[in-house]
């Protein structure tokens, strides 16, 4: 393998025999074609920004318009309030070129006016929710006036075709909940988690909360949500993730898992080369804008204000806060293999095709040189401690050949990590998949480059998977990357003895060893921080349990939600596991608004605990127990429907609690509220979000989703995915150091209150008719 040639592109000297002038016209190239790739991709953000600035409309529009007023006032007639005329007489001139000129600048006014209030009447529109609350499917009933609506939004969004952040400026606010609501709805929430006394208590603390100080923080909270363009997404970004101190391993990152049922080829070199250049293409889609945003029902869009930061993103640690760097541009990715980085270029005039990438692996799969001292085990610093992390930076990566090299690492558009070991999947032997999960979320702990946005996992057997850092979006984009490498990969990539298929046009550049110099002082931070991470890896336990008996097609059957169906399965399973109810976290989604992210929706209801009681009790029927089911998934689906609507409880507790920290006022209730721990944090990780991915046709591409540590101590994170018509993934975690906790068991009791609950209505179904 070719060492680092290290290159002057041009410099100079004076000796006795005059000038001495050297060049080396290759970099110079690069440096061209660097040039001329950054100036191309600022007049696409230009045009990018003008088609998004006129949207819904269209720019050749104001041509139309400026004819029309032009051949009305040379015609001898007055435009629509005699604007030009007015305009002339203003102006004191009526030659031809002013007369012209008149002419633009009223055609320039109603244009504008008509794309403004295009743009408003569109932002008007997409601030009406009630459609989300109208059940849909087979048999349903539209009302009147949701049908009007959608008529008026195809016809203001379809005049155009939108590009990525079309809708940006049409979105709505996310708008703020008025204090009685979200203290109504929070007090429902805790209701079967507390019994009379304390619930007494409490509705006590949110009176004198709700007609107290929270009158003023309410007020603070309103100005900003009128200021801001999202009044929870900064603070959030801020004070959830990027202040936190603890290790982003386990407790904040996220991992997602190849498509089981589908290994294109087993050499690990050809399958690295395909993903990363699907990546690159996807890149290439956001930088030009031309992925179509998601929208729902093929009519309402979501923000896609978190793909701007998909690639070139890096999380910065800072002594108490960290930050988030996100470049324009960048024409590489790092490679670590075997303790070794690698600075792999992957843009030469185009993207490197795959079986040109596939060169540039192959050349580091063959390297056989040894890591420099502390090399290996650097990525431990990015797993660890973040005030740890901080000031190692500062005391050995601010300057010389370390900061080069970290720099190369942090400003990389990804980082890629081929392992010397297969992940494996057999339906047999679940604990391999267990492992497979394990090597994703937490590796050696010093394999992955935790602050990156994310990392691409390649196993030596062909199989893939991704960490992903927390902060800079949610999982719903990394899936949406994810996806399309899916989709990208249905296509011919591979021949018969599993290489990419064509033949290289270019001699692809040899990949760049990076070089280090750790002293043994930094070699002594880097073991603190391994010290730590190999403890939070031997406390974390990981299950991933796969239900293949049924699937989402049976509880359509039933009639029910497939998303409160699984909830309520899990609120069965957590209740005989623990022997109690105790507080349910589930993500969904704001994104219906401008920069929107996530609320949390609160499972564990008044009428799921009903059920669940119920299922276990003897004297209750079938009839009952059903009934009982149907309310609480019901109750579900209005509280996950109300989060999305920005109705949610915990985003605008969070906001209020901020605000109370900034004025320096104590709440008791905020604290107690704040203080409350999630034993059970569940996400559905989503799929199809795209109408490219059918998988009544491509059955194989479905992921097994992914998975994330448990946020309480004592308690679980439970990740799952409905992967098609009868397959369902379960990613369970909790920690060892729990006596109370066990996601073995945890899985045996999901796999049990899934046959309970299909054993319920089968049997109702026995007693009532298919009905």
């Known amino acids: 393998m070719a060492e680092a040639h290290q290159a002057v592109a041009f410099s100079f000297s004076i000796t006795h025999e005059g000038w001495d002038v050297n060049f080396d016209r290759e970099v110079l190239h690069l440096v061209w074609q660097s040039g001329i790739r950054s100036w191309k991709k600022r007049i696409a953000r230009f045009q990018n920004s003008i088609h998004n600035g006129v949207y819904p409309g269209h720019l050749w529009s104001l041509w139309l318009i400026f ?94 075709r939108p590009k990525l952040y079309s809708f940006q400026g049409s979105l709505p606010r996310l708008p703020l909940p008025s204090l009685h609501d979200t203290m109504t709805r929070y007090l429902r929430s805790v209701r079967p988690l507390l019994d009379d006394a304390n619930y007494e208590r409490m509705q006590q603390l949110a009176s004198e909360f709700e007609n107290g100080i929270g009158k003023k923080l309410q007020r603070y909270l309103w100005l900003k949500s009128w200021w801001s363009t999202n009044y929870v997404s900064d603070w959030w970004e801020e004070y959830v993730y990027l202040r936190g101190r603890s290790p982003l391993m386990i407790n904040s990152n996220f991992y997602g898992i190849d498509a089981l049922f589908m290994q294109p080829t087993l050499s ?74 690698f600075k792999v270029i992957i843009y030469r005039g185009r993207i490197l095709r795959p079986c040109e990438i596939q060169i540039q692996i192959q050349q580091i799969l063959e390297d056989k040189t040894e890591p420099l001292p502390g090399e290996e085990r650097l990525a431990a610093l990015t797993a660890g401690e973040r005030t740890h992390w901080a000031n190692v930076r500062r005391m050995f990566f601010s300057k010389g050949i370390n900061k080069t090299s970290l720099d190369v690492i942090e400003k990389a558009a990804f980082v890629v990590v081929l392992d010397d070991f297969p992940y494996e999947f057999d339906m047999q032997k679940p604990d391999k998949l267990d492992n497979y999960g394990k090597i994703l979320l937490h590796g050696t702990g010093y394999n992955r480059w935790f602050d990156k946005s994310f990392t691409l996992c390649i196993a030596n057997n062909g199989r893939i998977g991704f960490n992903a850092e927390h902060s800079w979006a949610d999982a719903a984009v990394v899936v949406h990357l994810w996806e399309h490498l899916f989709l990208e990969e249905r296509t011919e990539r591979y021949d018969e003895n599993g290489n990419t298929i064509g033949k290289p046009e270019i001699v692809p550049p040899a990949p760049i060893r990076l070089n280090w110099d750790i002293k043994s ?53 957590y209740y005989r596991d623990a022997g109690r109810f105790s507080l349910t976290y589930e993500a969904s989604m704001t994104r219906l608004f401008r920069e929107g992210r996530t609320e949390t929706v609160r499972p564990c209801t008044i009428e799921s605990s009903r059920w669940v009681k119920a299922m276990d009790d003897s004297s209750t029927t079938t009839e009952e127990r059903v009934e009982l089911l149907k309310q609480a998934c019901h109750r579900h689906q209005m509280g ?3 989060a999305m609507c920005g ?68 308690g679980y994170g439970v990740s799952y995915i409905i992967a098609g018509e009868d397959m ?22 999901i796999e049990k209150a899934l046959a309970d609950m299909k054993a319920l209505y089968i049997d109702y179904q026995s007693h009532n008719g298919s009905k």
């Open 67 to 160: 004819s029309v007023v032009s051949a009305v006032h040379f015609l001898g007639n007055a435009v629509p309030f005699d604007l030009a005329a007015k305009i002339l007489y203003l102006l004191n001139e009526t030659s031809m070129r002013w007369q012209f000129a008149a002419c633009f600048l009223t055609a320039l006014l109603y244009w504008l006016t008509i794309i403004f209030t295009l743009r408003y009447t569109l932002k008007f529109l997409l601030m009406y929710k009630g459609w989300m609350y109208e059940s849909r499917g087979k048999g349903s009933k539209t009302s009147l006036p949701t049908k009007m609506w959608f008529i008026c939004v195809r016809i203001f969004s379809g005049w155009n």
């Open 268 to 341: 690990q070199a050809a399958r690295a080369a395909s993903a990363i250049n699907s990546c690159l293409v996807l890149r290439r889609l956001v930088e030009r804008q031309e992925l179509e945003p998601i929208m729902i029902q093929g009519v309402v869009p979501l923000c896609s204000w978190q793909y701007e930061r998909i690639f070139n993103t890096t999380r910065i640690p800072g002594m108490e806060t960290d930050k988030i760097v996100h470049l324009h541009d960048s024409n590489h990715i790092v490679v670590y293999h075997k303790g070794k980085y």
């Open 521 to 573: 002082e930094c070699q002594e931070a880097i073991e603190k921080s391994m010290k730590v991470v190999t403890s939070l890896i031997d406390d974390i336990d990981l299950r991933i349990y796969v239900h293949d008996n049924y699937g989402k097609g049976f509880i359509k059957r039933c009639k029910l939600s497939p998303d409160a169906y699984l909830q309520m399965a899990l609120q069965l399973a």
């Open 640 to 642: 996950y429907q109300d």
């Open 647 to 714: 109705k949610g409880i915990d985003r605008h507790l969070f906001c209020l609690y901020v605000v109370s920290k900034y004025l320096e006022v104590d709440s008791p209730f905020l604290q107690k509220v704040l203080s409350e721990p999630w034993r059970l944090s569940t996400s559905q990780t989503p799929h199809g979000q795209t109408g490219r991915m059918d998988l009544s046709k491509f059955p194989k591409c479905i992921s097994a989703g992914g998975g994330f540590g448990p946020v309480a101590d004592d």
């Open 728 to 749: 369902l993934f379960f990613h369970i975690s909790n920690k060892r150091c729990s006596t109370k906790t066990d996601c073995h068991r945890f899985a045996k009791e």
